[in-house]
T-cell receptor, first 111, second 111 residues
Framework: DVKVTQSSRYLVKRTGEKVFLECVQD?????MFWYRQDPGLGLRLIYF???????EKGDIPEGYSVSREKKERFSLILESASTNQTSMYLC??????????FGPGTRLTVL | QKEVEQNSGPLSVPEGAIASLNCTYS??????FFWYRQYSGKSPELIMS????GDKEDGRFTAQLNKASQYVSLLIRDSQPSDSATYLC???????????FGSGTQLTVLP
């Protein structure tokens, strides 16, 4: 079974803090993704990576950056957290058949 | 721009009935299609993948794909209250690594 883990289930941060969200997959998948999900807005793609040290912007990359130093690990960074980044953050990795498997999610609250 | 459209619902069916969830997509090059189930507060879980025209059955779930009409559906037979969730439809093209998600249909199975 594919396993995608995320570093935290719940996180509370202050405005202006730098926030790191980490995602690890154990299936040697090349492609990894970061989404945020908000009520009424669905899943929105922030960034994705198709190889180590490679990244591509998704639909809403502003205010975020990513890092992929190892194949199994994909990190999302909020450089200076703001209240409008309060959301559910979901990481996923993809099989060669484009099946995406999601981690459990991190519910981030920025105060 | 690729779009995946779903009836937002909510859809209510009595326990034991067949629930029918529909999805249309606008991109003719889409080749792979997926259904995800998402319980409230949880991450999406892949329940069906379909790649060719016709029906694909897995237990109580049947996915149907019609590429000429650009729609994909999910039938849930013998619906149970535990099937109550939001169901997300997603599509990808062969060359793209990303999935395009619909906004989801909320299903309630009434005991």
């Amino acid at each position: 079974d594919v396993k995608v883990t995320q570093s935290s289930r719940y996180l509370v941060k202050r405005t202006g803090e730098k926030v790191f969200l980490e995602c690890v997959q154990d299936m040697d998948h090349e492609n990894m993704f970061w989404y945020r999900q908000d009520p009424g807005l669905g899943l929105r793609l922030i960034y994705f990576s198709y190889d180590v040290k490679m990244k591509e912007k998704g639909d809403i990359p502003e205010g975020y950056s990513v890092s992929r130093e190892k194949k199994e690990r994909f990190s999302l960074i909020l450089e200076s957290a703001s209240t409008n980044q309060t959301s559910m953050y979901l990481c996923a990795s993809t099989t060669p058949y484009n099946e995406q498997f999601f981690g459990p999610g991190t519910r981030l609250t920025v105060l | 721009q690729k779009e995946v459209e779903q009836n937002s619902g909510p859809l209510s069916v009595p326990e034991g009935a067949i629930a029918s969830l529909n999805c249309t997509y606008s991109d003719r090059v889409s080749q792979s299609f997926f259904w995800y189930r998402q319980y409230s507060g949880k991450s999406p879980e892949l329940i069906m993948s379909i790649y060719s025209n016709g029906d694909k059955e897995d237990g109580r779930f049947t996915a149907q794909l019609n590429k000429a009409s650009q729609y994909v559906s999910l039938l849930i037979r013998d619906s149970q209250p535990s099937d109550s969730a939001t169901y997300l439809c997603a599509a990808s093209s062969g060359s793209a690594r990303q999935l395009t998600f619909g906004s989801g249909t909320q299903l309630t199975v009434l005991p």
